[in-house]
T-cell receptor
Framework: DSGVTQTPKHLITATGQRVTLRCSPR?????VYWYQQSLDQGLQFLIQ???????AKGNILERFSAQQFPDLHSELNLSSLELGDSALYFC??????????FGPGTRLTVT | LAKTTQPISMDSYEGQEVNITCSHN???????ITWYQQFPSQGPRFIIQ???TKVTNEVASLFIPADRKSSTLSLPRVSLSDTAVYYC???????????FGAGTRLFVKA
């Protein structure tokens, strides 16, 4: 158990819909990262937050947005969903030590 | 961020030692080398991190030559449960945009 929690575990929704994925980092970790992993693909870095502020952006689509709240939990919002958005979405946290601790992921299926 | 190159896949048998080499020719002075392991449908898990020479923990060893342009993850006496994807990352600790490459798929056979 990494100490990072993600909800929900599974999500099935239809094209065009909007969903919110939630992540709670390990206690004391200020950085939160979001990654997308499609079937048999590598981990695509989406975005990083540090203590509530956006720190780095990867290949995140304009239809996707994220934020980190004062209690340090983070949410990833995915809108106008397409079939190709079906993937595992991982959240990770760190104390800026270079070691990332990953959550169990949210499996999103868009039908 | 330093780009890394790893073999796409490797096969091994139970009980053997497995060495996975990662090339990172443009590694910067402040960069550390970190390895992660990922099982199917799970998030990656930290294995080991080093800066130079050799680092060993309870699961692996990491060998880094003096020029630091490559590193080798060594897994002693692998078992079937070591079948996974192994990622090599290079960057400053706490650096931005921690980006994973394609990784190395290790298959351990009985």
């Amino acid at each position: 158990d990494s100490g990072v929690t993600q909800t929900p575990k599974h999500l099935i929704t239809a094209t065009g819909q909007r969903v919110t994925l939630r992540c709670s980092p390990r206690s004391g970790d200020l950085s939160v990262y979001w990654y997308q992993q499609s079937l048999d693909q590598g981990l695509q870095f989406l975005i990083q937050y540090y203590n509530g502020e956006e720190r780095a952006k990867g290949n995140i689509l304009e239809r996707f947005s994220a934020q980190q709240f004062p209690d340090l939990h983070s949410e990833l919002n995915l809108s106008s969903l397409e079939l190709g958005d079906s993937a595992l979405y991982f959240c990770a946290s760190s104390q800026d030590s270079g070691m990332l601790y990953f959550g169990p992921g949210t499996r999103l299926t868009v039908t | 961020l330093a780009k890394t190159t790893q073999p796409i896949s490797m096969d091994s048998y139970e009980g053997q030692e497995v060495n996975i080499t990662c090339s990172h020719n443009n590694i910067a002075t402040n960069d550390y080398i970190t390895w992660y392991q990922q099982f199917p449908s799970q998030g990656p898990r930290f294995i080991i991190q080093g800066y130079k020479t050799k680092v060993t923990n309870e699961v692996a060893s990491l060998f880094i030559p003096a020029d630091r342009k490559s590193s080798t993850l060594s897994l002693p006496r692998v078992s079937l449960s070591d079948t996974a994807v192994y990622y090599c990352l290079v960057g400053e600790t706490g650096g931005f945009k921690t980006i994973f490459g394609a990784g190395t798929r290790l298959f351990v056979k009985a």
